[in-house]
């Protein structure tokens, strides 16, 4: 008889051809889509030449999206790397090519109908769990992403499962942003969700916006976490449905007694707002403990908090307020969906009124390329990474935060709690 199994097992199971799986198994997988981005490409593509690659058998699977490098600035080899890709691409028959403005892989994914519940995607970063909101599941293999659209499969090791239970509703001021902060501040340094696939579930998960969800999973990586996935609701189906295209999936729940290696519960009411202290992305704290501290600039966007709800909510303390003098703000949407709906909503011109610099969409001053931090210069964003020299000088220090957070830091000139300014808002 089989085992209960969780969501992930039932999702490589059905992509390995077996009725089910077992934790530790080595499994042959085929994907539905592998996604790439263009920072490896020179080295994927001097790995193909070296084998002799000249046809990959399934183009059609491929989704090839140019996220980091936006802009291709003199000197810089982003320009050569852009046209490779795309010319690569044309050769192959990849019809699923993104190239500059287009946005972020995690948001393609979602937004043009990639991730669907049931659907496993191999990809070259962990973040892209993201999809997870929408019941799909991001298995990232770095550089064997190649191995993958050469053969059309690859071996994996089936992960354990963890399961994360949230009740209750995020307070007023408090972001999706504060609560994985404070995940990743109780469960990376004892290593609690070490490559396990996180599942989260509960009643509290229905109060959390898509947008919400996605930045759940989205830095969950931090965590030493394998990958994360949520099973779907209604609202997710009817997203779901608007994009699909006709394209097949199947919803995947875990069963009853399914096996975990770690089950938690965390009451959303009971998050406040957060700061995470450089150099560690688990070093989070109540933003109070670090309120006061003078910045140099602020930066909103990217896969942790570049969608919709998160410039809402900026938008939301800026609109009507003007940032400190001595600061720069940054806004980078993640996807030109984003972007688009952002400005018929009127956000881009709020924002940039504020005094913020609207960049392309993609990670742009997330991995340093644009936003570059001097001498002991401090950043407070909504970025992945704080560790040091992330952004430029050694000697400078980034800390981070949700998008609430960031905008009234903005504003204020020193990191400061949003609620404050929320309630003269609302008022």
């Not at 059609?60 to 852009?82: F, L, N, Q, R, Y």
């Amino acid at each position: 008889m089989t085992a209960p199994q969780t969501i992930a097992q039932k999702i490589i199971a059905a992509h390995c051809g077996r009725a089910a799986v077992e934790v530790g198994d080595y499994v042959t997988v085929t994907p539905d889509y592998t996604a790439c981005q263009e920072l490896f490409w020179p080295g994927h593509k001097r790995n193909l030449e070296r084998i002799g690659v000249d046809r990959i058998p399934r183009p059609d699977k491929a989704v090839m999206v140019i996220d980091h490098s936006t802009s291709a600035a003199m000197g810089s080899p982003h320009h050569e790397t852009h046209r490779t890709l795309r010319d690569w691409c044309a050769q192959q028959g990849i019809e699923n090519f993104f190239g500059p403005g287009n946005g972020l892989r995690h948001l393609v994914l979602t937004e043009r109908g990639f991730a669907r519940p049931g659907t496993l995607i191999f990809s070259d970063e962990g973040n892209i769990a993201s999809i997870g909101a929408l019941g799909a599941l991001n298995l990232p293999i770095s550089t064997e992403v190649i191995v993958a659209i050469i053969q059309d499969e690859n071996w994996i090791a089936v992960p354990p499962s963890a399961r994360i239970t949230l009740t209750g509703q995020l307070g007023f001021g408090v972001t999706a942003r504060d609560l994985i902060q404070t995940i990743l501040r109780d469960c990376t340094a004892d290593g609690r969700l070490l490559q396990c696939c996180v599942e989260f579930e509960g009643p509290g998960l229905a109060s959390l916006s898509l947008d919400d969800r996605q930045t759940v999973l989205a830095s969950l990586f931090h965590s030493g976490a394998y990958t994360g996935i949520m099973a779907p609701d209604a609202a997710v189906l009817d997203y779901v449905r608007a994009r699909d295209a006709g394209r097949p999936w199947q919803v995947v729940r875990a069963d009853p007694g399914a096996a975990y290696m770690t089950e938690l519960t965390y009451d959303l009411s009971a998050i406040q707002p957060m700061v995470t202290l450089p150099p560690d992305a688990h070093g989070g704290v109540p933003v109070e403990q670090a309120a006061g501290q003078r910045i140099d600039q602020a930066t909103i966007g990217y896969c942790s908090n570049g969608r919709l709800d998160d410039l809402r909510e900026a938008a939301r303390l800026l609109r009507g307020r003007r940032i400190a003098s001595h600061v720069t703000l940054y806004v980078t949407p993640g996807s030109r969906g984003v972007y688009v709906e952002a400005s018929r909503e009127g956000i881009l011109g709020d924002l940039a009124e504020a005094g913020a610099t609207i960049l392309a969409p993609g990670c742009t001053t997330c991995w340093g390329y644009q936003g570059v931090l001097n001498a002991n210069e401090v950043l407070i964003s909504t970025q992945q990474f704080n560790y040091q020299g992330r952004n430029g000088d050694r000697t400078s220090r980034v800390f981070l935060a949700g998008p609430a957070v960031v905008a009234a830091s903005a504003i204020a000139g020193a990191i400061a709690d949003p609620r404050p300014l929320l309630a003269e808002t609302a008022a």
